[in-house]
């Protein structure tokens, strides 16, 4: 049996305390970085920007959504640079110094080099099932990450909704051999993987999860009931998150990522979006 563990850190720790929390475990929970009223309108801007794209005389779907894992009743949209997905960055970045403060090795003392690898939203509904174990992006050595996801939860999510699980200390070097040996070639381990430690369970409406792209995770399964489709509640039990991930320019771009981000934005330092 699995230790579930919450790791919803103590905000009024001292920055260095969470830094280095976030690089000995691979992640952290913030809570209420994002207003309720941006995560409401958000939440709706991109059901509704799904709904379009997956319409037959929507924008082409191959442009819209990225690659995922499990895709049956799951999406990675793809976002554009609007007011409210601007707006999140900016409460998220400007509401918490220790964020700026796991940034700043990517800065290299250069703001600049702090550029956006992705820009987008994962969805699930019920009936989406447990995507496998996997990191975004290899370890290829130095131990500062090559990537940083920020993950933000648009409405209240209980486990029916399947939030996103992770195990953690998985970010570091020798859990990443020891899974490509094991589950050759790419370490990917499946669902039946029963983990001796995760983070699970119940996902706070504005709440954050700032994660190392190396830390092994997964969707897991929406087993929501399903909304009335004739109702006003019809997108009851969908999960929707908002989410960004940023690199250093000055490092080389990590290879198996997917980088799903529009191109038109792909590589745009941070402090110009949040300039725009």
Partial sequence: MSEVQNFMVDQSSKDEDLVETFGEKGFLKLAELVSPKTCIQLRDLILQNLESTLQPSGEKCERRLSNIRERNHRWDLKLEASSLVHRAMCEILSRNDFLRSVLAPLCQCDPENVVLAELGSLISEPGAKHQEWHADSAHTGPIQPDCI??????????????????????????????????????????????????????????????????????????????????????????????????????????????????????????????QN
């Avoid at 969707?219 to 039990?237: K, L, R, W």
């Fill in 149 to 274: 996801c920020c993950f933000v939860t648009l409405q209240e999510t209980p486990m029916s909704m399947g939030p996103t699980q992770l195990i953690p200390w998985t970010h570091l070097a020798d859990f990443h051999e020891s899974a490509r040996s094991n589950f050759p070639p790419k370490g990917l381990m499946p669902t039946s993987v029963e983990p001796k430690t995760l983070q699970n369970g119940y996902a706070a409406r504005g709440e954050a999860l700032l994660m190392d792209c190396r830390l092994y995770h997964r969707g897991s399964a929406n087993t929501h009931p399903v909304g009335d489709e004739d109702s006003d509640d019809s997108n009851v039990g969908k999960r929707v998150v908002y989410y960004f991930t940023v690199r250093s320019r000055a490092a080389p771009r990590p290879g198996g990522f997917l980088f799903a981000i529009l191109e038109k934005l792909d590589e745009m330092p941070v402090i110009g979006f949040l």
